[in-house]
């Protein structure tokens, strides 16, 4: 089983590096032509997907050779969901590549992808035993699914960010030039988290605390980065280690808060630098790229993945999920942070189909909104996993 689990490692590294070679020829293939239709035909573009294909076989052979070590599904903590959701998002973006051919799309999902898989490597990898809530088909059913629906779902935002990108003026300022910035900033503070984590690590940072949980309970905490809120009566006891500067109610989980807020930190600073080196906005440098994109396409290709990417997620995400909830719990639903942030992105999503059929929001609101609903998910995948503590804080 440990000889399993370092190829599933080997095989997941492999289709990292494949993403990020695959990126630099999609790269290749939109910057060598001035049209969307003739970058399709680029040798580069065909070569972008055969490496991204690749990396997709390797991903899906980290999946099945880590199902096969631990004995169940690898979608039980934060690493296994995140690594399975950066894969879907890739197999989603093969299959709209093959229906579309736009090598643009693989030169902005890619880097998510990138992103996403590069925030997944900082959790603990630890292959370990199911606890009794999960042993359930049901878990493995639901979180799949679920993750497969909000894959499909990120493929209506790479579509909204291309359509956004070109056609907002981002040499004047403007509410749209701010927002769209903003989500730059967002997944600057994502690669963020990654320096922060990676940066302690290397210290070999610890500092140990008590402190007295929601059930009234003195219990132990570690921290791997410089405690900046400390938990619910919290005594130190690590020898000199930093006070934190404020003290969490018991919902809130504050080593991961903390770690959230390293996250913000690094990603600041690393976003501030970038702007000084670029002296323009993030968004401006991608914009001659999108500039060749077809702005009808990326609307119909965002519209057409929510179209199929609500009724998955609707399945893995709420109506799955409640027949796990009852099988583990005997209830089908209790307001845990995660079943109400899922509910949450549904009501969203829902709205969106109806403004787009009955208002006709499309273009520019679209994909406003196709954006807004991935900031969604990946807020339900950081934040509320990270923070609030619930029933799925095991992950």
Same mark, same amino acid.
């Given at each position: 089983?440990?000889?399993?689990?370092?190829?599933?490692?080997?095989?997941?590294?492999?289709?990292?590096?494949?993403?990020? =070679?695959?990126?630099?020829?999609?790269?290749?293939?939109?910057?060598?032509?001035?049209?969307?239709?003739?970058?399709?035909?680029?040798?580069?573009?065909?070569?972008?997907?055969?490496?991204?294909?690749?990396?997709?076989?390797?991903?899906?052979?980290?999946?099945?050779?880590?199902?096969?070590?631990?004995?169940?599904?690898?979608?039980?903590?934060?690493?296994?969901?995140?690594?399975?959701?950066?894969?879907?998002?890739?197999?989603?973006?093969?299959?709209?590549?093959?229906?579309?051919?736009?090598?643009?799309?693989?030169?902005?999902?890619?880097?998510?992808?990138?992103?996403?898989?590069?925030?997944?490597?900082?959790?603990?990898? !630890?292959?370990?035993?199911?606890?009794?809530?999960?042993?359930?088909?049901?878990?493995?059913?639901?979180?799949?699914?679920?993750?497969?629906?909000?894959?499909?779902?990120?493929?209506?935002?790479?579509?909204?960010?291309?359509?956004?990108?070109?056609?907002?003026?981002?040499?004047?300022?403007?509410?749209?030039?701010? #927002?769209?910035?903003?989500?730059?900033?967002?997944?600057? =503070?994502?690669?963020?988290?990654?320096?922060?984590?990676?940066?302690?690590?290397?210290?070999?940072? &610890?500092?140990?605390?008590?402190? =007295?949980?929601?059930?009234?309970?003195?219990?132990?905490?570690?921290?791997?980065?410089?405690?900046?809120?400390?938990?619910?009566?919290?005594?130190?006891?690590?020898?000199?280690?930093?006070?934190?500067?404020?003290?969490?109610?018991?919902?809130?989980?504050?080593?991961?808060?903390?770690?959230?807020?390293?996250?913000?930190?690094?990603?600041? +600073?690393?976003?501030?630098?970038?702007?000084?080196?670029?002296?323009?906005?993030?968004?401006?440098?991608?914009?001659?790229?999108?500039?060749?994109?077809?702005?009808?396409?990326? !609307? &119909?290709?965002?519209?057409?993945?929510?179209?199929?990417?609500?009724? +998955?997620?609707?399945?893995?995400?709420?109506?799955?999920?409640?027949? #796990?909830?009852?099988?583990? #719990?005997?209830?089908?639903?209790?307001? !845990?942070?995660?079943?109400?942030?899922?509910?949450?992105? #549904?009501?969203?999503?829902?709205?969106?189909?109806?403004?787009?059929?009955?208002?006709?929001?499309?273009?520019?609101?679209?994909?406003?909104?196709?954006?807004?609903?991935?900031?969604?998910?990946?807020?339900?995948?950081?934040?509320?996993?990270?923070?609030?503590?619930?029933?799925?804080?095991?992950?």
């Amino acid at each position: 089983m440990t000889q399993l689990a370092s190829i599933s490692s080997n095989l997941l590294f492999v289709s990292f590096v494949c993403y990020l =070679v695959a990126t630099l020829f999609f790269g290749g293939a939109v910057k060598g032509t001035k049209t969307e239709s003739s970058t399709s035909e680029k040798r580069w573009g065909r070569i972008g997907i055969i490496i991204t294909i690749v990396g997709f076989i390797t991903n899906l052979g980290y999946f099945v050779t880590r199902w096969i070590a631990a004995g169940h599904a690898p979608v039980s903590n934060l690493f296994e969901f995140t690594t399975a959701f950066g894969m879907m998002v890739v197999g989603s973006f093969i299959l709209i590549y093959f229906l579309y051919k736009t090598p643009l799309l693989g030169l902005f999902a890619l880097p998510i992808a990138i992103v996403i898989i590069g925030f997944a490597s900082m959790f603990p990898t !630890d292959i370990n035993p199911l606890i009794p809530a999960l042993k359930s088909y049901w878990l493995t059913v639901h979180v799949i699914t679920a993750a497969l629906g909000e894959s499909i779902l990120a493929m209506s935002a790479v579509a909204g960010l291309i359509y956004l990108t070109k056609n907002i003026d981002l040499t004047k300022k403007s509410k749209q030039r701010f #927002w769209l910035e903003a989500v730059m900033f967002t997944l600057v =503070v994502v690669i963020g988290f990654v320096a922060s984590t990676t940066t302690f690590k290397v210290m070999d940072y &610890e500092a140990s605390f008590n402190y =007295v949980d929601k059930e009234e309970q003195t219990a132990e905490i570690t921290y791997n980065v410089p405690p900046l809120f400390g938990m619910n009566e919290y005594e130190a006891l690590t020898p000199g280690t930093m006070t934190p500067l404020a003290e969490t109610p018991p919902i809130v989980n504050a080593k991961k808060l903390t770690t959230v807020a390293w996250s913000f930190i690094f990603g600041s +600073v690393l976003y501030g630098l970038i702007r000084l080196i670029i002296r323009k906005p993030i968004a401006a440098v991608l914009q001659p790229l999108a500039k060749k994109a077809n702005s009808q396409l990326m !609307d &119909e290709i965002g519209y057409r993945a929510v179209l199929i990417g609500f009724p +998955v997620f609707t399945l893995g995400a709420l109506i799955f999920a409640m027949i #796990w909830a009852h099988e583990a #719990w005997s209830r089908f639903w209790g307001w !845990d942070p995660k079943e109400v942030w899922a509910l949450i992105t #549904w009501l969203f999503y829902a709205a969106f189909l109806h403004l787009r059929l009955s208002k006709g929001w499309q273009g520019e609101k679209s994909a406003w909104l196709a954006v807004i609903g991935f900031i969604i998910i990946m807020f339900n995948l950081i934040a509320v996993n990270l923070i609030l503590a619930g029933l799925h804080s095991y992950a």
